[in-house]
């Protein structure tokens, strides 16, 4: 009997110590589960959030018909009520708050640890008081910079075209020393945004007011940094843009208005660029010159999209037609540049970067005879468009 007792309990006790590391296993295992579940359940947000917001300002000049500047994005919110802020601080200051996602028309997606999203928008892109007075067209450089959780730089900082407009961002757990409330406002937290962002956005993604300004990604499980977050860049709204036939209604009554802005300009306004016996070439003059009104959208157009242009003219005060536009004879002429070429870095104003063969030969050779495509083709975005002025 005793021989059999010493046999059991070496028995119960493997049994036993079997049933701890089967229990340990399946703890581990249940974990790793949950935290897939979080980290798919934050990217999903995220993704939805960003196409949300890629959709709010493709269609912003549609959906704002007293302001209709391409590309603007709403501000954040800053009082907890899911809706975005009329103001949110000066033009050359970019905005950090709640994502508010009853303005751009998603429900209150959370992240995988429950919290509502954050959202930074770069004061060039913002739509406070209409916008900043900078241009803002397909060329307008972004304000924030990213690197991932290694370290490494996630945006191109020698090309303007790559730093991000907007950053999405999802605060995941509370982290060691973040204390985070109940709040009376459809999110959790401190309602006033400017004082609940250290409960939820880890310090050093609460950047300075001057650009650039670098955000760094964390990790969903880290402890130090569990920002997860997403990138929007000014060619994540134009791309699919360009493809929808609003924009091209968009192009093409661009270059209808700036025929008849031009019409009456008697030369080519200083500086001039290029100059023959017969005719000069420049940049279009802003708006106050050509004396639009300030308080109607087309002030605003013009001087956003001006630096794609360039105007000849025929020289003397009652000039006959010098030029022509695919054989129509014109006084003046009027060259937009298309949309720029794989590779292609607009950060100064060298014709070679605006316009293509044969405009650009056209030109650089002061030719009088020009040649191409009159109306914006979606097929071929980087196409130079003509208008004739008789």
């Known amino acids: 009997m005793r021989r059999q007792r010493g046999f059991v309990l070496p028995l119960l006790m493997a049994v036993l110590f079997a049933g701890i590391l089967l229990f340990g296993f399946d703890a ?43 590309s603007l994005m709403p501000c954040p919110d800053l009082d907890n009520d899911g809706i975005a802020d009329l103001a949110c601080g000066t033009s050359t200051e970019f905005a950090i708050g709640r994502l508010p996602y009853h303005t751009i028309g998603v429900p209150r997606l959370l992240d995988g640890d429950g919290e509502c999203l954050w959202y930074a928008v770069a004061a060039n892109t913002k739509n406070a008081g209409g916008g900043s007075a900078l241009p803002l067209n397909w060329d307008t450089a972004g304000e924030f910079k990213l690197t991932n959780h290694a370290g490494a730089s996630q945006t191109d900082p020698t090309n ?142 013009h001087n956003d999209w001006r630096e794609m242009f360039r105007y000849a003219r025929c020289e003397g005060e009652s000039p006959a037609p010098c030029l022509s536009v695919n054989g129509e004879p014109c006084t003046a002429i009027i060259v937009f540049g298309g949309y720029r070429g794989s590779g292609v870095v607009r950060d100064s104003p060298v014709l070679a970067k605006y316009f293509e063969e044969p405009t650009l030969s056209a030109l650089t050779s002061m030719s009088a005879i020009f040649s191409g495509a009159t109306e914006w083709n979606a097929q071929a975005p980087s196409t130079d468009l003509l208008a004739c002025i008789p």
């Open 28 to 70: 581990a295992s249940l974990r790793q589960n949950l935290d897939r579940v979080r980290v798919e359940q934050t990217r999903r947000s995220l993704a939805e959030v960003r196409q949300a917001l890629i959709a709010y300002a493709m269609t912003y000049d549609v959906t704002h018909a007293g302001n209709p500047r391409v």
């Open 160 to 301: 303007p075209h790559d730093i991000a407009i907007a950053v999405v961002i999802a605060p995941g757990r509370p982290l060691a020393g973040q204390q985070r409330t109940a709040g009376s406002g459809v999110c959790s937290g401190t309602d006033q945004a400017s004082v609940a962002i250290t409960e939820f956005i880890e310090a050093n993604n609460r950047p300075p007011t001057a650009p650039p300004d670098v955000f760094h990604e964390g990790d969903p499980l880290d402890g130090s940094n569990n920002d997860a977050l997403v990138l929007i860049r000014r060619d994540d709204v134009f791309r699919p843009l360009q493809r929808s036939q609003h924009f091209k209604s968009f192009v093409d009554g661009l270059m209808t208005a700036e025929t008849g802005y031009l019409a009456g300009l008697p030369a080519v306004p200083s500086p001039v660029l290029g100059a023959s016996a017969t005719y000069s070439w420049g940049l279009l003059p802003d708006a106050a010159a050509l004396h639009l009104d300030p308080d109607k959208p087309e002030y605003a157009t």
